[in-house]
């Protein structure tokens, strides 16, 4: 059974720090791309950030390139986001996705910023 599992969220305070992780299982995952979207009340699922299957290669979105950092660990399956310099615009549900022959999507965590 593949699943991907997120967690990690919670609130904080703006300029404050999390760190999100996506545990896979039930796949091959260091053949997977993997992705780190993200929700916001009203708004529509937006990218945030890739890894390649090896981790040599990343990419974000302009909104968190600076503040968020990506990375695996494919021993143990998982795909982590950190995020510093949390502001109030970074506030929703994160997904993460596995890409590669099929596609696959975890249930997402809660991210909330606010004082």
């Known amino acids: 059974q593949v699943r991907l599992v997120e967690s990690g969220g919670g609130l904080v305070q703006p300029g404050g720090s999390l760190r999100l992780s996506c545990a896979a299982s039930?796949?091959?995952?260091?053949?997977?791309?993997m992705r780190w979207y993200r929700q916001a009340p009203g708004k529509e699922r937006e990218f945030v950030a890739s890894?390649?299957?090896?981790?040599?290669?990343?990419n974000y979105a302009d909104s968190v390139k600076g503040r968020f950092t990506i990375s695996r660990d494919n021993a143990k399956s998982t795909v982590y986001l950190q995020m510093n310099s949390l502001e109030h615009e970074d506030t929703a549900v994160y997904y993460c996705?596995?890409?590669?022959?099929?596609?696959?999507w975890g249930q997402g965590t809660q991210v909330t910023v606010s004082s």
């Open positions: 996705r596995a890409s590669g022959p099929y596609q696959y």
């Open positions: 890894i390649s299957s090896t981790g040599g290669a990343t």
């Open positions: 039930g796949f091959t995952f260091s053949a997977y791309l």
